[in-house]
């Protein structure tokens, strides 16, 4: 499998991840270095158990009953054997826990990806609306 289609599926994952919310599948995606970061539309989150715990149970689970998040026109950019940068427009299919109502956001997301040991692993996202 090509480096591109490794970050692929990493990108599929991710995807499936926030939508099942399994942690142990989550956590693997990520290099595991104190660096991990991801920047929401609110706040910024450092490591990926505080990624994990505070963005996608405390916040994202806490405020949708149901999330589904869909990647669009995924642009990768190898910068070199260990370095990538993908870009694409995202959007969701949330119901709100309070009132049940459907929801949804759309915007840009870039995710940054180091190689470690062989494997590709994510080390920052940034949600732009």
């Given at each position: 499998?090509?480096?591109?289609?490794?970050?692929?599926?990493?990108?599929?994952?991710?995807?499936?991840?926030?939508?099942?919310q399994?942690k142990?599948?989550?956590?693997?995606?990520?290099?595991?270095?104190?660096?991990d970061?991801?920047?929401?539309?609110?706040?910024?989150?450092?490591?990926?158990?505080?990624?994990?715990?505070?963005?996608?149970?405390?916040?994202?689970?806490?405020?949708?009953?149901?999330?589904?998040?869909f990647?669009?026109?995924?642009?990768i950019?190898?910068?070199d054997?260990?370095?990538a940068?993908v870009?694409?427009?995202?959007?969701?299919?949330c119901?709100l826990?309070?009132?049940?109502?459907?929801?949804?956001?759309?915007?840009?997301?870039?995710?940054?990806?180091?190689?470690?040991s062989?494997?590709?692993?994510?080390?920052?996202?940034h949600y732009?609306?």
């Amino acid at each position: 499998m090509s480096d591109t289609e490794q970050i692929q599926q990493i990108v599929q994952s991710y995807i499936t991840a926030i939508h099942t919310q399994d942690k142990d599948s989550f956590l693997s995606l990520w290099t595991g270095n104190k660096a991990d970061t991801l920047i929401s539309l609110t706040s910024v989150f450092h490591g990926d158990e505080a990624i994990y715990q505070d963005f996608l149970i405390d916040k994202i689970q806490a405020r949708y009953s149901s999330i589904e998040l869909f990647a669009d026109h995924i642009d990768i950019h190898q910068i070199d054997e260990e370095n990538a940068i993908v870009i694409f427009s995202y959007h969701t299919v949330c119901r709100l826990r309070e009132t049940g109502e459907d929801y949804g956001i759309e915007g840009i997301e870039t995710q940054v990806f180091r190689k470690v040991s062989g494997q590709w692993k994510l080390l920052h996202i940034h949600y732009s609306k």
